[in-house]
T-cell receptor, first 111, second 116 residues
Framework: DTGVSQDPRHKITKRGQNVTFRCDPI?????LYWYRQTLGQGPEFLTY????????KSRLLSDRFSAERPKGSFSTLEIQRTEQGDSAMYLC?????????FGPGTRLLVL | GDSVTQMEGPVTLSEEAFLTINCTYT??????LFWYVQYPGEGLQLLLK?????DKGSNKGFEATYRKETTSFHLEKGSVQVSDSAVYFC???????????????FGKGTLLTVNP
């Protein structure tokens, strides 16, 4: 069991640029979640996949955000035209049933 | 909607002191309750969970009891160690969310610092 991995761990970008993050879940887990965590706050739900289907998106997920999970394995989260307010830790989690296991996160800084 | 309220931090204790971190929740259905811990520079790790009323979750000396009558899930440890210094998050997963997607709603987190 290698756990949930995320890449990159850190990303610094300039406002207006596009960024893409990758999440590799635990291999037998069919559920995958993305959360966003800002400083001093708890993680907030962004979106959820069951296998390759994206079944729920939060209102936090503006049109500039898109997530995919092709073939029900790894997932990508893309942010287009980044804004300074997008600076946060982006967390991925996976599960087989209820208990979610989190990756180390990708910390994004938008300058 | 669902919400979780944790006691404000930071909490600073001496080694071997008793720890309580309060957590209360609001949910529309029948939530499962969790405590996650985040050590410096690391991701969230599941500490313990309880899935129904009066269940007690326990792990590494930490305990929390699911109290439906008070909508609470307070975290306790009898004797903290320096290595317990971390941020602790209370969370719920509302199984009545119309499809059982199990998404988590978190509290803001409580920073615990344990001094030798």
């Amino acid at each position: 069991d290698t756990g949930v991995s995320q890449d990159p761990r850190h990303k610094i970008t300039k406002r207006g640029q596009n960024v893409t993050f990758r999440c590799d879940p635990i291999s037998e887990h069919n559920r995958l979640y993305w959360y966003r965590q800002t400083l001093g706050q708890g993680p907030e739900f962004l979106t959820y996949f069951q296998n390759e289907a994206q079944l729920e998106k939060s209102r936090l997920l503006s049109d500039r955000f898109s997530a995919e999970r092709p073939k029900g394995s790894f997932s990508t989260l893309e942010i287009q035209r980044t804004e300074q307010g997008d600076s946060a830790m982006y967390l991925c989690a996976s599960s087989f049933q209820e208990t979610q296991y989190f990756g180390p996160g990708t910390r994004l800084l938008v300058l | 909607g669902d919400s979780v309220t944790q006691m404000e931090g930071p909490v600073t204790l001496s080694e071997e002191a008793f720890l309580t971190i309060n957590c209360t929740y609001t949910a529309t259905g029948y939530p499962s309750l969790f405590w996650y811990v985040q050590y410096p520079g690391e991701g969230l790790q599941l500490l313990l969970k309880a899935t129904k009323a009066d269940d007690k979750g326990s792990n590494k000396g930490f305990e929390a009891t699911y109290r439906k009558e008070t909508t609470s899930f307070h975290l306790e440890k009898g004797s903290v160690q320096v290595s317990d210094s971390a941020v602790y998050f209370c969370a719920l997963s509302d199984t009545y969310s119309g499809g059982s997607n199990y998404k988590l709603t978190f509290g803001k987190g409580t920073l615990l610092t344990v001094n030798p």
